[in-house]
């Protein structure tokens, strides 16, 4: 039985005005990390709402645990752990008294769970006599975590859990939910960083309430359905808004350093392709243009969909 | 019931830790019942008044005397001419302007009667109002005198006269502050039990921490209990503070028992955490939520009997302070304080407060099992 499942679910706000998850079914796997990948007002934390059963469905199941959400709301709450995307704790009262209270709402005690922690809570038993709302952004995502733990829940729901935190404390961040996954745990989380996608088992790429791709990261990547060139060249604002002009190409965005230019699979070699939009931008007046084949990443998976869902 | 203790420990140990709160909660009564009823007094004295005296003649002296030792009034102009009295009228010097017409003492004693002119500056309608019955009764207080002293004793007045004698009751001395005191407290309540109660629980909502905890097997019921008892308890300590003051500051012993003003205070604050708990509902941060309170405080302030009577309002404003919970205590508050009045004297409030509770509290769960 899957931990997870979600069958058409939609949500609409506003009367119906809003249309936030748009028929939405996946289910995720015992001990699997499964991440909801998208911008903002995708409808990842209505679907995380709906799960945590804070908000009603307006038509679909889901049920957690085995539970349904809405009938058996009472029974999901007990066992899942759920992290919102806004810090959400005490900010007057210091770490440990939160982690009592939250302990103490679910009858029992850090003691009890104190193995679970362990490893998330050492790194802030130095602060524990801190308010929470005196702590560091990487800390309060710990102490979050730690709360949404403290009870053993067998799933853990975390909405942008790494919003706001620090590079270095993202990544401890994402080691501590690997080993918490190896413990037995199913985990749900949501990122609007698309580097932090490989730490998933699965995901879903998520776009105006809809899934537009789901898989393993790396399946995804390997459907990706284009060519991919990586372009760089004097005057990077300017020559993107050049190559946009450029018929050939169905892509071209800026993409770290360099632009990344996507062109249709249609027979042509990549020499030619590359000759092509040198020698369009060299008509326009580009000298010392690179530009290579690359692999693509899920960001460049990700508006290769978003581009076919507004064109199809 | 565990989980009970944890919140309220939870609760009070935030309460303790806001510094702000606690100013709120112990300093704000004090003062307000220290400063309050000391100035907000009804009684009014140091009303201007200019005499224009065009007789000065040994009458109209003692007449002016008589005024002046009142000690309601304070002479500001004393001439001859009433244009410089009104002068003083419109430069709001004065308040009350008296003219004495020339011949005064004379015709008084040929004619047997004589005309007055007050006129009085009624921007200030109160002080208008009572300034003139002052000086109305002190002439007519004069009029008795001198026809006492002119007019050969009789057995019998030659014009029947009614005298009025009063004696004020449960206020003899008309202490202003007698009558303010009880009313007050029971403002004070209503802060701490409506609002206090109402920001505290749309802080959880506003700050998420409402999120955390409905993700909690926690009940509904155990969570709101949470957070109304430990204003209905801080309410109770800021009541019995309160009485103290009034004892020690003002001497008003409550004459009724202080058992039945606790269990009043006790209904009372349920009833108003009820209401707090309501705009919380309709409220998702703490600045709507004051709003709202702020309307209905002012409404309840100004129509609860605390200022104006209720008695003296007109009808369709009396049916509105019969919704109005703080009317209910303040009245009973005054009778069982002043009065000593029992409970079988209280009865009728005592029952409206609690359905008033009750229709309050039950509306509020309903609508914030609606909206979560």
Redesign the interface.
Same mark, same amino acid.
């Given at each position: 039985m899957n931990p997870i499942t979600l069958q058409n679910i939609t949500k609409t706000y506003e009367k119906g005005k809003v249309l936030a998850v748009d028929d939405v079914s996946f289910s995720v796997n015992d001990s699997e990390m499964f991440g909801l990948i998208g911008p903002d007002g995708a409808g990842k934390t209505s679907i995380f709402r709906i799960l945590?059963?804070?908000l009603l469905p307006d038509k679909g199941t889901a049920s957690v645990c085995g539970k349904d959400v809405v009938k058996d709301y009472?029974a999901i /709450?007990?066992m899942?752990g759920?992290m919102?995307g /806004? %810090? =959400?704790?005490?900010?007057?009262?210091s770490v440990e008294?939160n982690l009592n %209270?939250?302990a =103490?709402? %679910?009858?029992t005690s850090i003691k009890q769970n104190y193995e679970l922690i362990k490893d998330i809570y050492v790194q802030l038993e130095p602060f524990k006599d801190r308010r929470a709302g005196k702590l560091s952004g990487g800390m309060k995502q710990k102490l979050a975590l730690c709360?949404a733990l403290i009870h053993k829940p067998s799933v853990l729901f975390l909405d942008e859990p790494t919003t706001g935190v620090d590079a270095v404390s993202r990544f401890e961040f994402w080691e501590m939910l690997k080993r918490l996954k190896k413990q037995g745990i199913t985990i749900l989380v949501s990122t609007a960083y698309m580097d932090e996608v490989e730490h998933c088992d699965r995901i879903a790429l998520m776009q105006n309430g809809k899934i537009l791709s789901m898989d393993t990261p790396d399946k995804i990547i390997k459907s990706y359905s284009e060519k991919l060139f990586e372009l760089k060249g004097d005057n990077k604002h300017k020559l993107l808004k050049d190559t946009m002009t450029y018929s050939d190409a169905v892509g071209s965005y800026a993409s770290g350093e360099s632009i990344h230019v996507s062109f249709k699979k249609n027979g042509k070699s990549d020499a030619d392709i590359i000759n092509g939009l040198k020698g369009f931008l060299e008509s326009k007046g580009y000298q010392h243009i690179e530009i290579v084949p690359t692999v693509p990443n899920i960001e460049d998976c990700f508006l290769s969909l978003t581009k076919t869902e507004i064109h199809g | 019931m565990r989980t009970l203790m944890f919140l309220l420990r939870k609760e009070f140990r935030q309460i303790f830790r806001d510094p702000g709160m606690l100013r709120i909660i112990l300093i704000m009564p004090v003062i307000q019942l220290l400063v309050l009823p000391r100035a907000a007094d009804y009684e009014i004295k140091n009303i201007n008044i200019a005499i224009e005296d065009y007789d000065h003649s040994v009458v109209s002296q003692q007449l002016t005397n008589k005024i002046i030792s009142s000690g309601y009034f304070k002479l500001v102009g004393y001439h001859n001419d009433y244009n410089k009295g009104y002068e003083l009228i419109e430069r709001d010097k004065a308040d009350i302007v008296l003219e004495i017409p020339v011949d005064f003492e004379q015709k008084l004693i040929r004619n047997n009667s004589q005309d007055l002119l007050v006129a009085v500056n009624a921007i200030n309608g109160t002080k208008a109002i009572i300034g003139n019955g002052y000086l109305s009764s002190i002439l007519m207080d004069y009029n008795k005198e001198i026809r006492m002293k002119w007019l050969p004793p009789t057995r019998f007045n030659e014009l029947p006269t009614i005298d009025i004698v009063s004696s004020n009751w449960y206020n003899p001395n008309l202490v202003y502050a007698v009558f303010m005191v009880p009313g007050i407290l029971v403002l004070l309540l209503t802060l701490i039990g409506g609002n206090l109660s109402a920001f505290n629980i749309v802080k959880e909502k506003e700050i998420g921490t409402i999120e955390q905890i409905n993700v909690t097997p926690i009940k509904k019921h155990i969570f709101i209990m949470g957070k109304l008892i430990p204003f209905i308890i801080m309410g109770l300590v800021v009541f019995t503070l309160g009485m103290i003051i009034a004892v020690v500051v003002y001497g008003i012993i409550p004459v009724g028992s202080m058992l039945l003003l606790y269990l009043f205070a006790l209904v009372y604050l349920v009833t108003l955490v009820g209401f707090g708990l309501l705009i919380s509902t309709y409220s998702e941060t703490q600045v709507q939520a004051q709003s709202l309170t702020f309307f209905f405080l002012i409404i309840f302030n100004l129509m609860s009997g605390l200022f104006t009577s209720i008695d003296s309002m007109p009808h369709w404003a009396q049916i509105i302070t019969r919704f109005i919970p703080l009317s209910y205590f303040i009245e009973v508050m005054r009778m069982i304080v002043l009065k000593g009045s029992h409970f079988h004297d209280v009865a009728y409030q005592f029952t409206i407060l609690i359905i008033m509770g009750l229709v309050l509290n039950t509306w509020a769960i309903i609508n914030y099992r609606k909206t979560t």
């Open positions: 945590t059963t804070l009472k /709450r007990g899942v759920y919102p /806004r %810090f =959400s704790l005490y900010q007057d009262l008294e %209270f939250f =103490s709402l %679910f009858n709360c | -």
